[in-house]
């Protein structure tokens, strides 16, 4: 039976102090294989895997911590950082008609986007393209998976 574990995913900063955090911590849910767990939750700040990838961790201090992608998904990770947060549940509505799910780290107003990888990352990259030319948002593109980027 599988089950969530909490995994650790040290951060690396930039010159600015950002992102605001050390480490960041995803949801893993358990293979049958010691230490391997596949990603359950859209990160935030970390750039090292995303949504649906299979991982392996390592036991740190009574802690797991991020290792190795075994096996990527076919998903591709944007963030979005909103600069009103008035916008938010706007944006999230249309990324969701784009066929995205995200979450919202309200902290920081950032928005983390999962695009699966049958969805067609130009729309998305359109969408978000528009809110940053009206500077509504800046956008980064952390991990692309997508065919039409390879």
């Known amino acids: 039976m599988s089950s969530k ?3 650790a995913f040290p951060l ?3 010159a600015d102090d950002y992102p605001p955090f050390d480490v960041e911590d995803l949801w893993g849910e358990s293979t049958n294989i010691p230490l391997e767990f596949v990603i359950d939750n ?6 090292q895997a995303t949504l649906g990838d299979v991982i392996q961790a390592s036991q740190l201090g009574g802690r797991l911590v991020f290792d190795k992608v075994i096996k990527r998904s076919p998903s591709s990770l944007m963030r979005v950082v909103m600069y009103d947060s008035s916008e938010i549940a706007e944006v999230r509505d249309q990324l969701k008609v784009l066929g995205c799910s995200s979450e919202w780290f ?9 695009i699966p990888g049958s969805v067609g990352l130009q729309a998305v990259q359109e969408y978000l393209t528009e809110l940053e030319e009206a500077n509504r948002a800046s956008y980064e ?3 692309l ?4 980027v390879d």
């Open 141 to 143: 593109e952390p991990i």
């Open 42 to 47: 859209i990160p935030f700040f970390a750039r």
């Open 12 to 14: 690396v900063k930039d």
């Open 145 to 148: 998976r997508h065919p039409e």
């Open 5 to 7: 574990h909490k995994i």
């Open 106 to 114: 309200a902290q920081s107003n950032v928005i983390a986007v999962d």
